[in-house]
């Protein structure tokens, strides 16, 4: 436990997380943080983001840190922003009494590093977690990932529990043997990364002769195949959070089915979706918003496609029927406006209804989206209830 101010620290994070994310079309992006020293009350942490994106050459590294600087300048760059992130992060670095540095080659990928100093409370803590650490002391386990990243994160969380720890990538007979020849307590199976036509769940989990070996599973918010997995104990979505995995650990080990773990999901109270049948896309490059909008429709019970630019929506328009598009106007590559006049012109007489969803909440900018011919206009932030007034407005129309 350290003393510092944690909202200041968050935005650092969001700015150089976000960046990493943005310029990462592949690979992936890790974040680590460890103890760089510790004097009397004074604790330095140290913090890596780390990412496999497009990189930044050396002579564009000077300019990261400069007020409305960018790398790309051009009027024809890829990718937003003010140019102030970075720099609103260096200064709020140095007010923690920290310093930020950066690695970066083009095309492999952009590493930064910073510290921050905090301070020691007075107080002593207590581990609240004692009793499950000591239930996985010198259990066994098996880690199934074709990720060397997660397969580190994973086996440093679990080898601090002094739990004993294998990996094997999803080779079907390297698992057997594994399985056959170590008495393993339970399996994290990473479903992203494996192939589920290749791999027997129900035939690794049999395998032991007197029980059946209790499987976690890893996977993101929206895979309903991985969650869908009859023979899976549990599932933890990821990021992964140590308290959550020793938790479903726990449970799965000692099967203790009324405190199994599942993704806290709040209850729909209201499906939509169970009155109006609406096959929805929405077009949004910023993740944030794009998690917010995915939530707000799967409360409603609808699964809603997603792309990040106005190409994406016009090619996944060509590939399926859609009744509804939420729009948004500002987006890399093809616009909301160029998108919604393309469909338009190329699918007008079976063409779904176009709502634009945007930050501009000037008269012009309406003016503009009805211009091009969009059918209903959305200025952000939007509620659970707006959109569901939205949906009940346009479902009405499409099925008079």
């Known amino acids: 436990l350290l003393i510092g101010d944690v909202t200041r620290l968050r935005q650092i994070l969001i700015n150089l997380i976000s960046n990493a994310i943005k310029f990462t079309s592949k690979g992936e992006v890790y974040v680590h943080v460890k103890k760089n020293s510790s004097i009397y009350r004074e604790t330095i942490l140290e913090f890596l983001i780390k990412d496999t994106g497009i990189g930044i050459s050396a002579d564009k590294i000077e300019k990261l840190f400069k007020p409305f600087s960018q790398a790309d300048s051009s009027t024809t760059r890829k990718y937003g922003g003010t140019g102030l992130g970075l720099v609103i992060s260096k200064n709020l670095i140095e007010l923690h009494n920290g310093k930020i540095g950066v690695k970066s080659e083009v095309h492999k990928g952009t590493s930064f590093y910073f510290t921050i100093q905090t301070d020691k409370p007075d107080i ?26 997660n397969i580190d994160t994973i086996t440093y969380m679990l080898q601090n529990w002094q739990m004993n720890v294998m990996s094997i990538n999803h080779n079907i007979s390297e698992i057997m043997k594994l399985i056959k020849e170590n008495n393993f307590s339970v399996i994290i199976m990473n479903m992203n990364n494996i192939d589920l036509n290749e791999v027997n769940i129900d035939e690794i989990r049999k395998y032991k002769d007197d029980e059946e070996l209790p499987i976690v599973t890893l996977t993101f918010i929206n895979d309903l195949q991985a969650k869908n997995q009859k023979h899976v104990y549990t599932y933890i979505q990821k990021p992964i959070k140590q308290e959550q995995m020793m938790k ?69 328009v060509k590939n399926k029927r859609y009744d509804l598009i939420f729009m948004d106007l500002q987006m890399p590559e093809m616009d909301g406006i160029e998108a919604t006049k393309y469909i338009i012109d190329n699918n007008y007489s079976n063409r779904p209804k176009i709502i634009a969803l945007t930050a501009n909440a000037m008269p012009e900018d309406q003016d503009r989206c009805f211009a091009a011919g969009m059918d209903d206009y959305l200025s952000k932030p939007v509620s659970i209830d707006i959109i569901k007034n939205v949906l009940i407005k346009w479902s009405e129309i499409i099925y008079s």
Do not use: P
């Not at 002593?124 to 990243?149: F, G, Q, Y």
């Not at 000692?254 to 077009?283: G, M, P, Q, R, V």
């Open 248 to 316: 479903s650990l726990v449970n799965a080990i000692y099967n203790n089915k009324e405190s199994k773990i599942k993704i806290k999901d709040k209850k729909i109270t209201d499906k939509l979706s169970d009155k109006f049948d609406l096959e929805i896309l929405i077009a949004e490059d910023n993740i944030i918003n794009q998690k917010l909008a995915l939530k707000i429709f799967s409360k409603l019970g609808y699964e809603a496609d997603l792309v990040n630019n106005g190409l994406e929506a016009i090619e996944a």
């Open 124 to 149: 002593k803590t207590n581990n609240k977690n004692i009793e499950k650490i000591a239930r996985l002391k010198d259990k066994n386990v098996l880690i199934i990932d074709e990720n060397l990243t």
